[in-house]
């Protein structure tokens, strides 16, 4: 059985790929990534919730590019801090996140 501190590491990996993955982000992890990704964790804030997060906020940077000047790259998984808490609060549906996606599909 994984410990909890295997767990925690493998949970830090798994966000932090997907942050790399998702669209308008810089491309580096710092350490305020790491720390803040581990506090995810010891917050219990499920994957599935910070992978939402990335998908809405990167589709609505590509609505919102494409009517007005491109926005700078994203240089922090902090900057999904408040989208991340609307995942918890709200949780879109399996239609919408489907929707987001296909922006984010046509977008590349």
Known sequence: MPSASDSRAAYVREVLRRYLE???VAG???HADRT???????????????????IVAAARRVRHNAFSTPLPPIRT?????EVIREM???????????QMRGVLLRHD
């Not at 998984?77 to 801090?81: E, V």
């Not at 918890?88 to 489907?98: A, T, V, Y």
């Open 36 to 54: 803040f990704a581990a506090a995810l964790y010891n917050q219990g804030v499920p994957l599935y919730a910070v992978q939402y997060a990335f």
């Open 22 to 24: 998702t669209p308008g």
């Open 28 to 30: 580096r992890v710092r």
């Open 88 to 98: 918890l609060e709200r949780p879109p549906g399996p239609r919408d996140i489907e």
């Open 77 to 81: 998984l902090w900057y999904f801090r």
